[in-house]
């Protein structure tokens, strides 16, 4: 089966620095979902996008839904280790034919 | 308390067997999901069901078996005919097929 690509695989960043993860498709998604796991667990629920254009926050983690619902972004401002982990984005199509793929992660260090 | 169970952690198997993973969830979810995640991968569906006694094939359900006949339990067998079982295997729940998952702890399975 088809995995939807992220970018970056992998990203190292210096604590407190910046970090943006990319999830695009080829098609119209109904909403999208973006997950963490962290090293050795299970991925956890973080947020859901639905609207065309929408942006949800939670602390320094901004999402971002594309106009055309066939991208997203995850951003963490100001990098912690805590946020070390794999982000994954999840597309979800139910128009007609149900589709769930999860991307295929970006895996996140973070240099103290 | 609710959530989702998985057994066992860990599970040894010869080639040629047939096991079967356990999923239990009392969160009271309608839908429930396999999935499979090898390392540094993103993770693949097996199979997913939306209702009791009713479920549908992922991406990679060849050599994978399932059965819902309890809306809180979703054992996947792992058959014979599963060329590369070893895999970590994570079970999951959501009110609906768009609806934030939970996933349990996953269950690692080694084959030789």
């Known amino acids: 089966g088809q995995q939807v690509m992220q970018i970056p695989q992998y990203q190292h960043v210096q604590e407190g620095e910046d970090f943006t993860t990319y999830c695009n498709s080829s098609?119209?998604?109904?909403?999208i979902q973006w997950y963490k796991q962290r090293p050795g667990g299970h991925p956890v629920f973080l947020i859901q996008?639905?609207?065309?254009?929408e942006v949800k926050k939670q602390k320094r983690l901004t999402f971002q839904f594309g106009e055309a619902k066939k991208n997203s972004s995850l951003h963490i401002t100001a990098t912690q280790t805590t946020d070390v982990g794999t982000y994954f984005c999840?597309?979800?199509?139910?128009?007609?034919?149900?589709?769930?793929?999860f991307g295929t992660g970006t895996r996140l260090t973070i240099i103290p | 308390d609710g959530g989702i169970t998985q057994s066992p952690k860990y599970l040894f198997r010869k080639e040629g067997q047939n096991v079967t993973l356990s999923c239990e969830q009392n969160?009271?979810?309608?839908?429930m999901y396999w999935y499979r995640q090898d390392p540094g991968q993103g993770l693949r569906l097996i199979y997913y069901?939306?209702?009791?006694?009713?479920?549908q094939k992922g991406d990679i359900a060849e050599g994978y078996s399932v059965s819902r006949e309890k809306k809180e339990s979703f054992p996947l067998t792992v058959t014979s005919a599963q060329k590369n079982p070893t895999a970590f295997y994570l079970c999951?729940?959501?009110?609906?097929?768009?609806?934030?998952?939970?996933f349990g702890p996953g269950t690692r399975l080694t084959v030789t």
């Open positions: 069901s939306q209702i009791v006694n009713d479920f």
């Open positions: 969160l009271n979810h309608d839908a």
């Open positions: 999951a729940s959501s009110t609906t097929f768009t609806g934030e998952q939970y």
């Open positions: 999840v597309h979800i199509s139910n128009f007609g034919n149900e589709k769930l793929t």
């Open positions: 098609t119209t998604l109904s909403n």
């Open positions: 996008l639905v609207k065309s254009g």
